[in-house]
């Protein structure tokens, strides 16, 4: 059998083309595995981190997930509040998403499996002992306590992987630690939209946070290509829809404001956010001074000032601002995520 010219042109350049994508799989394949076998090094002129005892009771502290090469990355670790920078303790306990308050933590983690991970809510005592285990249906986005320690929330993308698509759910869960009792999904609360009952197939939750009286919550309601701040009732299981617009809600310390990321028209479809704080007796939003897109749920450091995320070089850093919309941002902490002033 013999192969014309243009036959046997067109294979040899197809064999050429395999060979190049093979060669190109390969070294992808290696280079991913050198980075991951760095991420075990300690990395020159990255914060100092050492193993040690964490708690969630120590005044004064700070804990977050450290993300820092080395043999405690993704580790819950603290340092003292008032310097985030200092060298950070270790606990071993390792956290995708964190969160604590009051001597209770919640902690999302990945167990890894042959063909693909799986994940899990662990709630955490004031010495990270597990007390109790939930499943969670996909990867984990955010994570929350009440102030009382009674409750914890948590939210996983259960299809896609950015808030900035569309082809994506979310599922939102609420935990009574003391009781164990789990609601999977604030999707069986009954809905009131615009002062109507309200029932639709792409309602989507996430963002969950907690007020003082262990009843009250806020979270992002997302259906028909919108999203709205909603007031929650544990009693009652009911959602109300208060205002559109609002993502990552983020209760003050004393129940007065929500910080949180807003959609701003003209921004790229892949940064579209910009942080705001909304007072809730007047409804009246803030828009705060960091001029980057923040994905983040932000953090009430205190009354005064917020903490956030944006990515940094070995994932993530933090920053903090005022909340009043004054000032600018400062970053506060490298290779770190997940802060919380338990």
Known sequence: MTFRTGTRTRVLVLVAAVAVLGAVALASMLHASARAERRDEVQPGGPRV????VT?????RMVFRNMAWGP????????PAADPAAP???SGVKCLRFYAASGTGVCLQAAHGPVTDTYRAVILDENLHVTRRYDVPGIPSRARVSPSGHYAAWTAFVGGDSYAGTDFSTRAAIADVRTGELIPSLESFRIVKDGRAYRAADVNFWGVTFAADDRTFYATLATKGRTYLVRGDLRTRTVTTLRTNVECPSLSPDGTRIAFKKRVPGLPKDA???LYVLDLRTLRETPLAEPRSVDDQAVWKDTRTLLYALPGDYGADLYELPSDGTGKPRRVSTAAVSPAFP
């Open 56 to 60: 969630l009771t120590a005044p004064g």
């Open 72 to 79: 405690h990355r993704d580790e819950l670790t603290s340092v």
């Open 50 to 53: 050492t193993a040690g005892r």
């Open 272 to 274: 579209p956010w910009r």
């Open 88 to 90: 950070r303790t270790a």
